[in-house]
């Protein structure tokens, strides 16, 4: 019997950056390679990658990389994973994902990494992985699960899913084939429990299209739309409302025109001869002509609807009649910012329409009842729920539990913890690297814990910067100690507080030439350590300190 | 006919910080005085204060302060307030209002401050004013409106409200006197459009309480709630579900521990002896006997529930088979903070009860029927829709539309905007100062933009420190150049990298040298520009870059 290990490297306690690492017997298969976004205290931080130390360590064993589908927390962290392994590790994939695989490479100059289509039915043998994909429904097209046939039984990862019965595109996910596997027998079920939290079924892609319509046939201006610019599906349904309304579409922001293109090659989204209407051009149709499908539906601080909000866009300046629709809900985190921009929106003077006033949004992930329906179509042998914060983990293996899986089969997992099956069972193995990478400008897994503590300090309360310059021969003070500071606010009494710091570093220096300090490095501990109580003494703050001694 | 004014320094675009001045032929009442709490973008602010220039340019003209209620949003800039203006304005509110008015200005010191309780129905005459409050529901009680009787009618300013039919205080608002009001003629009524967007009624107070005993009667460990400390009359449900249960509780949290004090002192919350437990003596209790009641609902940083959540708490530990009920939603911008808390609970194997599993807790604001109530009510000449961002203001206008306020005599208005009303009818004046101040450590209205801007830019990229010794003769550099980094990831070529800086600010002053710059500033200026630019093609960041060039 040949030994599995099942090691989540991201996904796994909290939401993005999916990555998950298959082994059988010492081979390696990577399923989903993702990213997250920073929150506001990763300070600088543009995008958090999971820690891929552990393949690092293991490139030669890496059989190739399967992702379910092209959103940015399955598929982002691809051209950086590529770039630090330097292996041109084979991808696999359906074809739109692959597109925006091959796009995403291609803007990091990765041409040489092989970029392989790989269809729902057809097989692939990767060494000991014997891998097949399964039509999925969710909020992208082309999306899929991955099944890895074992000796033991199927692994089974779901990705991102939903039970759409009446997809955008047309055709629903494969239940059959789902059922068939959990007849040959799944071993492992590594499920999606994005919306374990929500009671029920998740509504269909297609009761968005006739509200949109709705809504927009009450609107006498300009209309705006903002969603995923990867939900294609969701454009599509823009532009048959739009055109059921006469409206002409102008497609802003860099994504939106670039997954636009994608999806009209690979024939996902039908745009009938002249209806799309260049940015710049935006001016030349009336108000009730017009709708604008933009990006920025997560308030993103350079989004083109961010811009509008600002009155900062170039092409697009919004005013009174005007009405922007969010067909979107913000992501956890992102709440403030969305708010923000709506409430912008609404002192320009244009109405504002998000899914509390209609039901123009359906969500791309599965709510409770179809986590059921998954878990009683496979069966499965082991359950380790994937795809989310601790809260939706459990949430998923007590869904897990009402359908009559054992509790003792239940492997709630965390990142960096594999599971390991041979055939005396399940366990958890020891712990291996995980944990988060920072991008930050164009640099991958640099930001050091100290910069991070030192941004956080230096944003709080700013630094204070002190040369004093001391003769070499006998440490006596040479010329007038330099004060500068930044990031603290300027007082009323500046020039005497920095008369009265001047006076301190003369004083500190002066103790340390009569205790015999001549080591800069502790002549700079010494001035810190003085400072730093003068100045928290008379402003009550404590902003970074940096002491430079100049010997000359 | 006396000329009329109506200015808010707060609260309009925005939610919290509310803060009104009312003048009558030049004299001033100013209603409320609150603050709000920074966004992560205000780095190292604590709070956030109306800008009150205006009235300190008019301190003799100030008459007093009246207080709606006792929440920081209307209260807690009042010792800022008083202490910048150094005048000792009387303060005048409902007994708890005032009692925690009393408290804020002891801790600040600020004994002198006349703090005076104003009865529901009580007159009070101060200069021109003619004021009265009238008894409102909110999530604290001693809730009031304020109206300023005048020759043209009464200005009715609502404070938050709702009308909660079964409050737990026992004694709904006072329509009758809101009606009698309306009768005599309101002149404006300014009111509180929180919930504007919400349809229908809220629910009351006192459904919380059987909630909440049905959630406690399904926990067999130990049960911690939280809730805003302020929240009076949900503490009192706490404890009764508690007793009803058998259970003792402990309160943990300075906040609540104060709050309840001053509550049982006014006779606002009973609790029956014995039942309290003091927070160093919970480990004596067994889990199934006790209730502990803890800040920290809207997951701040340093609150009880916080660290409970991180492990980190002296008193509570908690574990698996703990239930943590959350009786309070999410104040928009905390969202992130309180999930985080959440999953950190989950993490530990706590369960955790929201308001999307029970209905645990209850709005202190009307919703959009309660609106149309007051206003039906008091029949308003003109209207001015309070405490609200754009959205809700805009939606709280719809409203008064809506029973049929003809939309010229509703102002919907903004921050410094003044509401000018004499014999001629309404009409805003010209705009007057009004914005943010910062309270930063112990520091009122000092941190500049341009503090803020370095800290946004320390916090984004950190700092380069570059010394420059110089000979004052020649300008010839005198010593090596220093360089000194903070909050930038040190590079993997370090040494070879600050070599190569110290030979870029050589080649500089070289350069000048040449070009016989010698002024200190310009050659810091040509220092900056140059490592910025090597900085920038070496690193792809933008840092800081600070030049500091000494002359020995």
Known sequence: MSKIRVLPLGGLGEIGKNMT?????????????????????????????????????????????????????????????????????????????????????????????????????????????????????????????????????????????????????????????????GREGILLLCGDSTNADRPGFSASESIVGPELERVFSRCEGRIVVTSFASNIHRVQQVVDAAEALGRRVALVGRSMRKNVNIGRTLGHITVPEGMLVQPREISDFPDHKLVIMSTGSQGEPMSALRRMAHNDHPQVSLHDGDTVVFSATPIPGNERAVNET????????????????????????????????????????????????????????????????????????????????????????????????????????????????????????????????????????VADPEVIFRGVPYPDDAEQLLGDIRATVTGSLARAAKEQIREVDMLQQALHDDLAKFVYDRLRRRPMVLPVVVEV
């Open 21 to 181: 690492v298959v082994e059988i017997d010492g081979r390696i298969l990577v399923v989903d390679v993702g990213l997250r976004f920073p929150t506001a205290e990763m300070m600088g931080i543009d995008l958090v990658l999971p820690d891929f130390t552990y393949l690092r360590s293991r490139i030669d064993d890496i059989e190739g990389i399967v992702v379910t589908h092209g959103h940015e927390d399955h598929l982002g962290c691809l051209p950086f994973l590529q770039r630090e392994l330097g292996a041109n590790i084979p991808v696999y994939g359906g074809k739109l994902t692959m597109a925006m695989a091959r796009s995403k490479l291609d803007e990091h100059r990765l041409k040489e990494v092989p970029v392989n289509d790989l269809n729902p039915g057809e097989e692939l043998k990767l060494g000991p992985f014997d891998i097949e994909t399964i039509h999925m429904t969710h909020s992208i097209p082309d999306a899929t699960a991955v099944a890895i046939h074992t000796e033991q039984g199927v692994i089974l990862i779901t990705g991102d899913y939903k039970f759409d019965q009446t997809p955008v595109g047309g055709v629903p996910a494969d239940v059959g084939r789902l059922a068939e596997l």
């Open 342 to 477: 709506v409430d912008r929106l609404f002192h320009i003077g244009c109405d504002v329409i998000t899914t509390r006033d209609a039901p123009i949004h359906a969500s791309g992930h599965g709510f409770a009842e179809e986590i059921k329906l998954m878990l009683n179509l496979v069966k499965p042998r082991y359950v380790m729920p994937f795809h989310g914060d601790f809260k939706r983990i459990r949430l998923h293996s007590q869904l897990a539990e009402s359908v009559g899986i054992d509790p003792d089969d239940i492997f709630r997992g965390e990142n960096g913890l594999p599971l390991e099956i041979d055939q005396r069972g399940a366990r958890w193995g020891d712990k291996e690297q995980a944990g988060m990478i920072f991008v930050d400008g164009v640099e991958v897994g640099d930001v050091t814990d100290v910069a991070l503590r030192d941004r956080r300090m230096l944003s709080s309360d700013g630094i204070f910067v002190v040369v004093a310059t001391v003769s070499e021969q006998d440490g006596s003070s």
